[in-house]
């Protein structure tokens, strides 16, 4: 195959650790992780309005273009997946579609223009260069699934909401406004807190 020299699928992909709760696939913490799903999905929803004032821009912006590091859903299937019926595959959706979000790169991947080749058959002609994101799913070692022509949703879970938002009115207490949330939202919810912050 001619063509840019791309990494192999999975290569020098290193996954973070801990979150152990927050990335476990216990089937006991999958309530969480569908609430943090739903949570996302209407977070979306909700930006997804014209016109758009500035902080409701600066979620969007910031919801639709993950960090590494952030806690983010696919996006392709999360429609397909919030209708679901099927146990099983709700659980799979869990299994490869949450997690830390590690990296995105080009890779070559199969050509979406072409039919996919037999069930055994091999077709080295069919790959084209493509964006692949890279996820930590759970909290063990080499736990990261590799996903083609996705899309990414930032579920805004860490900052540090005790810093001060909004004003002090004159009883001596403090005002805080729905701007004041989002504006905290907007600039220091997204990311997941590292072990080093405790988290």
């Known amino acids: ?3 840019p020299t791309l990494p192999v699928p999975y290569e020098g992909v290193v996954g973070p650790t801990g979150h152990p709760l ?42 639709t273009n993950p960090q590494p590091g952030d806690l983010v859903v696919e996006r392709t299937g999360l429609l397909r997946h919030l ?12 299994r490869t579609a949450f997690g830390i979000f590690i990296t995105a790169r080009e890779e070559w991947v199969p050509d979406p223009t ?3 080749p037999p069930p055994g ?25 590799r996903m083609v022509n996705s899309m990414l ?21 403090f005002t805080v406004s729905r701007l004041n949330l989002l504006d905290a939202l907007a600039d220091i919810g997204m990311r997941v807190p590292s072990n080093e912050d405790g988290g």
Request: charged content about 15%; hydrophobic content about 40%.
């Open 1 to 3: 195959m001619s063509g």
């Open 22 to 63: 927050l990335l476990s696939v216990n089937d006991r913490f999958l309530p969480v992780r569908e609430a943090l799903i739903r949570m996302g999905w209407h977070l979306l929803c909700a930006t997804q309005v014209a016109p758009q004032a500035p902080v409701v821009a600066r979620i969007y912006q910031r919801i």
């Open 83 to 94: 209708t679901e019926s099927s146990p099983d595959r709700r659980a799979e959706f869990h």
């Open 114 to 116: 072409r039919p996919a």
């Open 121 to 145: 058959g091999a077709d080295a002609g069919g790959l084209v260069p493509g964006l692949v994101h890279y996820l930590q799913y759970a909290p063990q070692q080499g736990a990261v699934s």
């Open 153 to 173: 949703l930032t579920i805004p879970v860490g900052g540090d909401f005790s810093r001060p938002a909004g004003r002090p009115d004159p009883a001596g207490g």
